[in-house]
């Protein structure tokens, strides 16, 4: 099956990374699924753009019919949709707790079970990644995140486990763990300051992660890998 008919479900793609992944799919001829509370509705034929909150359980299921019923498969799906709270542990609210677990975790599970079930169904192998923080497995004294790092680190901990439980079956899972990225999740104005905690001096670009997410989508022996891409962070402050 040629590279071009395949097809991509990316969640969170309204803005920011998952907008970029979703680009860098479609520029490769994939057809993409795109989905997020506010994503507006796109005119592309390959491209199928799909409003749902990732932390509803019906969303996931949703998203995958789409993709079967629209473009008849579904390769690979993208677990982008995320948030980050920050701030001193004993301030968090249980509002903020939730919302974290709910995006996050309840995302990544509800939207993953169906993809891999859906993968499993067509026989024929599949890829589900997750993007992840640095900040999981190196904490750091400036960006306080208790309840971040506990939910990405989960993902973590699930991609090695879903990697192992369906590697005979040829679904890989790996993860993407950023530094700082250039998001709307960062007001430019502390983009100075953000570049100064990474090794190599800068924030990283939307392109940095896309280009993580295509090197491991075109690389079939890799799985359960967290693949850094922080401007050293993972190295070492
Ligand atoms: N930027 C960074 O420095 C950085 C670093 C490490 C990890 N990450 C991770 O990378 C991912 C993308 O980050 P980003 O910087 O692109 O963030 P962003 O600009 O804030 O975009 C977040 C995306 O997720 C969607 N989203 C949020 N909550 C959702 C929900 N409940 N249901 C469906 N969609 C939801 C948003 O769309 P709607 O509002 O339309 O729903 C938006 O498209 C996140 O998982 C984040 O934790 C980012």
């Given at each position: 099956m040629p590279e071009e008919s395949k097809v991509v479900i990316v969640t969170g793609a309204s803005q920011g990374l998952g907008e970029g992944i979703a680009r860098g799919f479609l520029a490769r001829g994939w057809r993409v699924v795109a989905t997020s509370r506010r994503i507006e509705p796109s005119d592309d034929p390959n491209l199928l753009a799909l409003r749902g909150d990732i932390a509803e359980p019906e969303t996931g299921r949703r998203l995958v019919e789409a993709a079967m019923d629209r473009f008849g498969r579904l390769d690979t799906l993208v677990n982008n949709a995320g948030v980050f709270i920050g701030g001193a542990f004993t301030d968090h609210t249980p509002d903020q707790y939730r919302t974290l677990v709910a995006t996050n975790l309840d995302g990544f599970f509800h939207a993953t079970q169906p993809a891999v079930e859906a993968m499993e169904r067509q026989g024929r192998g599949g890829h589900v990644v997750q993007i992840s923080t640095t900040l999981a497995e190196q904490a750091n004294s400036a960006f306080p995140c208790v309840l971040a790092a506990m939910t990405k680190g989960g993902l973590n901990a699930a991609t090695r486990s879903l990697a192992i439980e369906y590697a005979g079956r040829n679904i890989r899972a790996n993860a993407v763990s950023p530094g700082v990225i250039d998001t709307p999740m960062h007001a430019p104005e502390t983009h100075a300051a953000l570049a100064r905690t990474h090794p190599l001096g800068r924030i990283g670009q939307v392109a940095d992660v896309v280009r993580a997410v295509?090197?491991?989508?075109?690389?079939?022996?890799?799985?359960?890998?967290i693949l850094h891409v922080d401007g050293g962070w993972s190295a070492g402050g």
């Open positions: 295509l090197y491991l989508e075109d690389s079939p022996f890799v799985t359960g890998e």
